[in-house]
């Protein structure tokens, strides 16, 4: 069945540094990758995502990437702020007569220390 | 609506009984999802809905659990029977099918506790 995994877990970097979360996902015919952040207490929101026809999308201190012969795509923050503090999750989605069928990962809990 | 409304917000019960979760989608969004979300936890697919029709059911953990959807706007989550196992957030949300995404719109969430 359809699967996506998620790592790391957790991640913990310091203020400015970068953090880098990567996904790997099962079924060859998910065409949309969207990551989505939840703040502690919130609803998951969406930030960035990606079609399969594109490699690479970028969005001021946040990009995302895919490799579609590896089936994997990764979330790259630069300059992370305290406010970036939250839980990641990666989802993959196909679309179908039904609509889109969205698979998350994990999750990916991460902390920035000021 | 403003954005997707799920009723009730928090929900205590007690093993073995039934209990149900609603979801009222943004206005005019096609495709609706429930998901689950055990404390410190992944979002768990449960099923998703196009219109009234339930494509895939495949994520529902047992036939305690139903779902349906009326109208093509409001779905209930059924859990018959509860059990601990069950509690959890129980996480609601809608996309526009004919959109230029799959952008899913969550509700608040309801939070179920099995005593």
């Known amino acids: 069945g359809e699967n996506v995994e998620q790592h790391p877990s957790t991640l913990s970097v310091q203020e400015g540094d970068s953090a880098v979360i990567k996904c790997t996902y099962s079924?060859?015919?998910?065409?949309?990758f969207p990551w989505y952040k939840q703040e502690l207490g919130k609803r998951p929101q969406l930030i960035i995502d990606i079609r399969s026809n594109v490699g690479e999308k970028k969005d001021q201190r946040i990009a995302v990437t895919l490799n579609k012969t590896a089936k994997h795509f990764s979330l790259h923050i630069t300059e992370t702020q305290p406010e970036d503090s939250a839980v990641y999750f990666c989802a993959a989605s196909k679309s179908g007569t039904g609509g889109f069928k969205t698979i998350f990962g994990a999750g990916t809990r991460l902390f920035v220390k000021a | 609506g403003a954005g997707v409304s799920q009723s009730p917000s928090n929900k205590v019960t007690e093993k073995g009984k039934d209990v149900e979760l609603r979801c009222d989608p943004i206005?005019?969004?096609?495709?609706l999802y429930w998901y689950r979300q055990s404390l410190g936890q992944g979002l768990e697919f449960l099923i998703y809905?196009?219109?009234?029709?339930?494509?895939?059911k495949s994520g529902l953990p047992s036939d305690r659990f139903s779902a349906e959807r009326t109208g093509g706007s409001v779905s209930t989550l059924t859990i018959q029977r509860t059990q601990q196992e069950d509690s959890a957030v129980y996480l609601c949300?809608?996309?526009?099918?004919?959109?230029?995404?799959?952008?899913?719109?969550f509700g608040e969430g309801s939070r179920l506790t099995v005593l």
């Open positions: 809905f196009q219109g009234n029709s339930a494509p895939d």
């Open positions: 079924d060859s015919a998910s065409n949309y």
């Open positions: 949300a809608s996309s526009f099918r004919g959109g230029p995404t799959g952008e899913l719109f």
């Open positions: 206005s005019g969004h096609t495709a």
